[in-house]
């Protein structure tokens, strides 16, 4: 009884609730923090043990991933949700849909896979909203695909300005239709279209996989390799008019074209592979294709058959020298390059690669529905890949748990209980009852600042777990600076609320907190911005490995964040001006009046110096950044500053902030004029973070998206809003009442 009346029973309720959001497993998210220390479970024999499967490491996006975020984040690209739908509507997990989709491409095919919301794309489908709802399957969409194509490339042909939303939800879904097929085919190129005359002029037709004859794909390889075989015993038939070169050439063209059908690398690096390359299944095969296919027009056939030739006619050691000579030392030499990689599959790539043989098992056991053998080919998978690429694939097993702990969508959701605790002790201070009063006020008070500590703590885990995965800093791209932003406001307002148990800047953290995470969210579904919904995408050359990089993006994002929350505490004083204005009179005397009357010259105190000291926080940061950024470009780029639009955006923040400090030293502007300018620093924040981008121009025009630009507007004239209410608010009362309060 003593606890409860320490602690009482809602706040104590509340601080359960957060607890438990971010520890243990709720909603969509599956694993607790717990599952980060836990060991594998051991396969269950007995059914197709899928968690197993989404442990497969590939190569995707330049980095090793497990199975399970390759199904994750093509599913955000496609119908912007990490589940699937069935024929019936259910849910199914993204791995169990990748699964149909890798291995079982029939039953795929009949999954609702795509999202189609807009009324003139599904005019030009001829279907209706009302039929099946906006979720349709590739065999829905297998009449339409000619109609997707044709409006997508004439869309396309468009400027990006002059593309309206049809335009731009009829290229989407040509990506996402191309990005599906090209999934499907990753462990199964396709085959050349029946009736081909070449496939009919060599005697090819019998060639390729044909599952009433063939027990797997594998047969299919192993004809090819018996035809490289041959010419690389008898190198004279490799000339112009031969029927074998003719078929090796052919086949080889082939499987170099099926490698732009494949949405990622499953095979991996071979031993002794230096260059720790993942494959294709048609690379392993053929090896990596130097050029374009549009540059084979271009060589002269008598050269490139009689270098091939002689390539081939090498022993295998100095033909590898040869070949790796051509590849680093002749690259302004198409005829050399191709036939050096017709060299390489003809003579150095002998055998199949027995992951290969795995996949096609692996398949094989799906389809039939074959626990047994479908978790043993999962393991002996691992197993290789785990021998092959031992230092690639440790992380695997972390990546899995993470996606499935969701640290960030936890977060978003306590952050919302963290914003009810604070709004909760103000209320209890308003009505004052026996039941709510100033202890629940307080009660309520140290909830959202225990809390915010404890989904700080989460937040940055999140932060944490993602640089270990990527082996990168915080901030790499717009997703991950919209993380990186949260985190630092929520940060700086726990310290601040240690220090002023006020309720305000566990409220303010809540809402920035909250808020960069949606926009992040939102980031994470532009097809434009994220192409494979995969948010920890490799950096390009210029911006990786680079110290000057780092701490610039790390220092000047934080200035950033600062920034924007010394705005919000602009709007929290603008809020509380305009209810005091509104409520407050000389004849007021209900409990609310009462209540800001009497704290009105403490909250103008506390709001102020909040704002001040953060503001001050923001300069400092946001000009080291900047002065870091101009040493990170004269090294890059060879000057320092080149006032490109992101760099003036940059420096428009620490004037701004600098112009807001001076103006309250000097006394221009009171505390609502300084909480005018600071909300007026979200305008020019977010013009420098996210405006400069839509641009389009400069070398810091990273991540071009149009869809932000109604957002961002939406934004800026909010904030104007905020501060014209500031300022009008008193003669609109003036209106009603014949005598005002006194505010500065």
Same mark, same amino acid.
């Given at each position: 009884?003593?606890?409860?009346?320490?602690?009482?029973?809602?706040? *104590?309720?509340?601080?359960?609730?957060?607890?438990?959001?971010?520890?243990?497993?709720?909603?969509?998210?599956?694993?607790?923090?717990?599952?980060?220390?836990?060991?594998?479970?051991?396969?269950?024999?007995?059914?197709?043990?899928?968690?197993?499967?989404?442990?497969?490491?590939?190569?995707?996006? +330049?980095?090793?991933?497990?199975?399970?975020?390759?199904?994750?984040?093509?599913?955000?690209?496609?119908?912007?949700?990490?589940?699937?739908?069935?024929?019936?509507?259910?849910?199914?997990?993204?791995?169990?849909?990748?699964?149909?989709?890798?291995?079982?491409?029939?039953?795929?095919?009949?999954?609702?896979?795509?999202?189609?919301?807009?009324?003139?794309?599904?005019?030009?489908?001829?279907?209706?909203?009302?039929?099946?709802?906006?979720?349709?399957?590739?065999?829905?969409?297998?009449?339409?695909?000619?109609?997707?194509?044709?409006?997508?490339?004439?869309?396309?042909?468009?400027?990006?300005?002059?593309?309206?939303?049809?335009?731009?939800?009829?290229?989407?879904?040509?990506?996402?239709?191309?990005?599906?097929?090209?999934?499907?085919?990753?462990?199964?190129?396709?085959?050349?279209?029946?009736?081909?005359?070449?496939?009919?002029?060599?005697?090819?037709?019998?060639?390729?996989?044909?599952?009433?004859?063939?027990?797997?794909?594998?047969?299919?390889?192993?004809?090819?390799?018996?035809?490289?075989?041959?010419?690389?015993?008898?190198?004279?038939?490799?000339?112009?008019?031969?029927?074998?070169?003719?078929?090796?050439?052919?086949?080889?063209?082939?499987?170099?074209? *099926?490698?732009?059908?494949?949405?990622?690398?499953?095979?991996?690096?071979?031993?002794?592979?230096?260059?720790?390359?993942?494959?294709?299944?048609?690379?392993?095969?053929?090896? !990596? !294709?130097?050029?374009?296919?549009?540059?084979?027009?271009?060589?002269?056939?008598?050269?490139?058959?009689?270098?091939?030739?002689?390539?081939?006619?090498?022993?295998?050691?100095?033909?590898?020298?040869?070949?790796?000579?051509?590849?680093?030392?002749?690259?302004?030499?198409?005829?050399?390059?191709?036939?050096?990689?017709?060299?390489?599959?003809?003579?150095?790539?002998?055998?199949?690669?027995?992951?290969?043989?795995?996949?096609?098992?692996?398949?094989?056991?799906?389809?039939?529905?074959?626990?047994?053998?479908?978790?043993?080919?999962?393991?002996?998978?691992?197993?290789?890949?785990?021998?092959?690429?031992?230092?690639?694939?440790?992380?695997?097993?972390?990546?899995?748990?993470?996606?499935?702990?969701?640290?960030?969508?936890?977060?978003?959701?306590?952050?919302?209980?963290?914003?009810?605790?604070?709004?909760?002790?103000?209320?209890?201070?308003?009505?004052?009852?026996?039941?709510?009063?100033?202890?629940?006020?307080?009660?309520?008070?140290?909830?959202?600042?225990?809390?915010?500590?404890?989904?700080?703590?989460?937040?940055?885990?999140?932060?944490?777990?993602?640089?270990?995965?990527?082996?990168?800093?915080?901030?790499?791209?717009?997703?991950?600076?919209?993380?990186?932003? +949260?985190?630092?406001?929520?940060?700086?307002?726990?310290?601040?609320?240690?220090?002023?148990?006020?309720?305000?800047?566990?409220?303010?953290?809540?809402?920035?907190?909250?808020?960069?995470?949606?926009?992040?969210?939102?980031? *994470?579904?532009?097809?434009?911005?994220?192409?494979?919904?995969?948010?920890?995408?490799?950096?390009?050359?210029?911006?990786?490995?680079?110290?000057?990089?780092?701490?610039?993006?790390?220092?000047?994002?934080?200035?950033?964040?600062?920034?924007?929350?010394?705005?919000?505490?602009?709007?929290?004083?603008?809020?509380?001006?305009?209810?005091?204005?509104?409520?407050?009179?000389?004849?007021?005397?209900?409990?609310?009046?009462?209540?800001?009357?009497?704290?009105?010259?403490?909250?103008?105190?506390?709001?102020?110096?909040?704002?001040?000291?953060?503001?001050?926080?923001?300069?400092?940061?946001?000009?080291?950044?900047?002065?870091?950024?101009?040493?990170?470009?004269?090294?890059?780029?060879?000057?320092?500053?080149?006032?490109?639009?992101?760099?003036?955006?940059?420096?428009?923040?620490?004037?701004?902030?600098?112009?807001?400090?001076?103006?309250?030293?000097?006394?221009?502007?009171?505390?609502?004029?300084?909480?005018?300018?600071?909300?007026?620093?979200?305008?020019?924040?977010?013009?420098?973070?996210?405006?400069?981008?839509?641009?389009?121009?400069?070398?810091?025009?990273? +991540?071009?998206?149009?869809?932000?630009?109604?957002?961002?507007?939406?934004?800026?004239?909010?904030?104007?809003?905020?501060?014209?209410?500031?300022?009008?608010?008193?003669?609109?009362?003036?209106?009603?009442?014949?005598?005002?309060?006194?505010?500065?």
């Amino acid at each position: 009884m003593k606890f409860l009346k320490r602690y009482p029973l809602i706040p *104590s309720a509340f601080f359960a609730v957060g607890l438990y959001l971010a520890i243990l497993p709720f909603g969509t998210t599956k694993a607790s923090l717990l599952d980060f220390v836990k060991p594998e479970p051991a396969p269950n024999s007995e059914i197709i043990d899928l968690e197993a499967f989404s442990r497969i490491p590939v190569l995707r996006g +330049g980095r090793v991933k497990p199975l399970d975020s390759v199904a994750r984040n093509t599913l955000l690209v496609l119908r912007n949700k990490r589940t699937a739908l069935d024929q019936n509507g259910t849910k199914i997990p993204a791995i169990s849909w990748l699964a149909n989709v890798l291995l079982n491409p029939e039953e795929a095919d009949k999954l609702k896979t795509f999202v189609i919301d807009h009324d003139q794309v599904l005019g030009l489908l001829n279907r209706k909203l009302v039929r099946d709802g906006k979720y349709y399957s590739y065999n829905d969409l297998k009449p339409f695909l000619e109609e997707i194509d044709k409006s997508a490339r004439d869309s396309g042909k468009l400027e990006r300005e002059k593309q309206d939303s049809f335009d731009q939800n009829i290229i989407d879904l040509y990506r996402s239709v191309l990005l599906y097929r090209k999934l499907k085919h990753t462990l199964s190129p396709p085959a050349p279209p029946p009736g081909t005359k070449m496939t009919e002029d060599l005697d090819l037709v019998t060639f390729f996989f044909d599952s009433a004859r063939d027990k797997d794909r594998t047969d299919e390889y192993s004809r090819f390799r018996s035809i490289t075989d041959a010419i690389s015993q008898d190198p004279s038939t490799i000339r112009i008019g031969s029927d074998a070169f003719a078929k090796v050439v052919f086949l080889l063209d082939h499987y170099s074209r *099926s490698n732009l059908w494949s949405e990622f690398f499953p095979v991996p690096p071979e031993l002794g592979d230096r260059k720790k390359r993942w494959r294709k299944v048609g690379e392993s095969l053929v090896g !990596e !294709e130097p050029l374009d296919s549009e540059q084979k027009r271009n060589l002269d056939p008598t050269q490139f058959a009689s270098l091939l030739q002689d390539l081939v006619r090498t022993e295998r050691k100095p033909l590898l020298e040869k070949v790796n000579f051509i590849l680093t030392k002749e690259k302004l030499n198409p005829t050399a390059l191709f036939a050096a990689q017709y060299a390489e599959a003809i003579k150095l790539r002998t055998g199949i690669d027995p992951i290969l043989s795995l996949y096609e098992k692996l398949r094989q056991a799906y389809v039939a529905n074959d626990p047994t053998g479908f978790n043993e080919a999962v393991s002996l998978i691992r197993e290789l890949c785990e021998k092959r690429a031992p230092d690639q694939v440790t992380k695997i097993g972390f990546e899995k748990t993470f996606n499935e702990y969701e640290p960030f969508y936890r977060s978003s959701v306590a952050y919302i209980i963290i914003f009810l605790s604070s709004c909760l002790s103000w209320f209890c201070l308003t009505i004052n009852t026996p039941k709510f009063n100033a202890q629940h006020s307080k009660s309520f008070k140290n909830v959202a600042y225990h809390l915010t500590l404890i989904i700080l703590i989460a937040h940055t885990f999140g932060l944490l777990g993602r640089m270990y995965i990527e082996g990168r800093p915080p901030v790499t791209n717009l997703y991950s600076s919209a993380l990186f932003i +949260g985190w630092g406001a929520v940060l700086l307002c726990w310290f601040t609320e240690k220090y002023v148990r006020l309720g305000i800047a566990s409220s303010m953290g809540a809402m920035v907190g909250f808020g960069s995470l949606v926009i992040a969210h939102n980031l *994470s579904l532009d097809s434009s911005l994220n192409p494979t919904g995969d948010t920890m995408e490799m950096m390009r050359a210029v911006l990786d490995s680079n110290f000057w990089l780092a701490t610039h993006v790390v220092t000047v994002t934080i200035g950033y964040s600062t920034t924007f929350l010394a705005g919000f505490l602009g709007l929290a004083y603008i809020f509380y001006y305009f209810i005091h204005q509104v409520l407050v009179s000389d004849k007021s005397d209900n409990k609310l009046s009462t209540l800001l009357s009497s704290s009105r010259k403490q909250l103008e105190k506390t709001l102020g110096s909040m704002i001040f000291g953060i503001t001050c926080f923001s300069l400092f940061f946001s000009l080291v950044g900047t002065v870091l950024g101009g040493i990170w470009a004269d090294q890059s780029w060879g000057r320092f500053w080149g006032w490109d639009a992101k760099e003036n955006g940059a420096l428009l923040i620490v004037i701004w902030n600098a112009i807001i400090l001076h103006a309250r030293w000097a006394g221009i502007a009171k505390i609502r004029g300084i909480a005018c300018l600071a909300i007026f620093g979200n305008v020019v924040t977010a013009w420098s973070w996210f405006g400069t981008n839509m641009l389009g121009v400069g070398l810091h025009s990273y +991540g071009f998206m149009d869809k932000a630009f109604n957002p961002l507007m939406s934004f800026i004239v909010s904030q104007m809003v905020f501060i014209c209410v500031a300022y009008m608010v008193t003669p609109i009362c003036l209106l009603f009442r014949k005598k005002q309060p006194s505010l500065k």
